[in-house]
């Protein structure tokens, strides 16, 4: 599987509603049967939200940001989810077939990385599901 940077942020942001269901899936997925991609660009989004006084309640400090990613990715189940050289081809595939633009390119290279990777992608952002291709799955419902 491949997570989408929403489900860190409400696993990590007590205020948010969804913060206890995703909070438990996140913590059963990191040490379950599964491997779990956390891409740069999910880990990068969570930092820049996360740390962002505009965008996140209670933000953290960078160094609580960047300490949280590398308890993410030292996790039993969690691999850096990197693209191979076939990632281009995918990826483009999408934004020509998708007509993709503007903020769904980043939703494109999560995808293409999902896809890339024969993995569904989970996340609570529909968006996913213009994605021929693409197994998205919302663990949160």
């Known amino acids: 599987m491949i997570v989408d940077a929403n489900l860190l942020l ?8 969804h913060h206890e269901a995703a909070s438990a899936w996140l913590e059963a997925a990191l040490n379950g049967p599964t491997r779990v991609g956390l891409p740069w660009w999910t880990l990068t989004a969570f930092v820049r939200i996360a740390t962002n006084p505009r965008a996140f ?9 960047a300490d949280q990613v590398d308890a993410w990715l030292d996790a039993p189940r969690a691999w850096l989810a990197e693209p191979s050289k076939q990632y281009r081809h995918v990826f483009t595939s999408l934004v020509r077939s998708h007509e993709v633009r503007g903020p769904l390119v980043t939703d494109a290279q999560l995808a293409a ?5 024969g993995v569904p992608m989970m996340s609570t952002d529909s968006d996913f599901a213009r994605f021929a ?4 799955i919302n663990p949160l419902t």
């Open 10 to 17: 409400y696993a990590r942001n007590a205020d948010d509603p």
């Open 133 to 136: 291709g693409l197994e998205w």
């Open 113 to 117: 990385l999902a896809i890339e990777h």
């Open 57 to 65: 309640p209670t933000p953290l400090s960078p160094a609580e940001a």
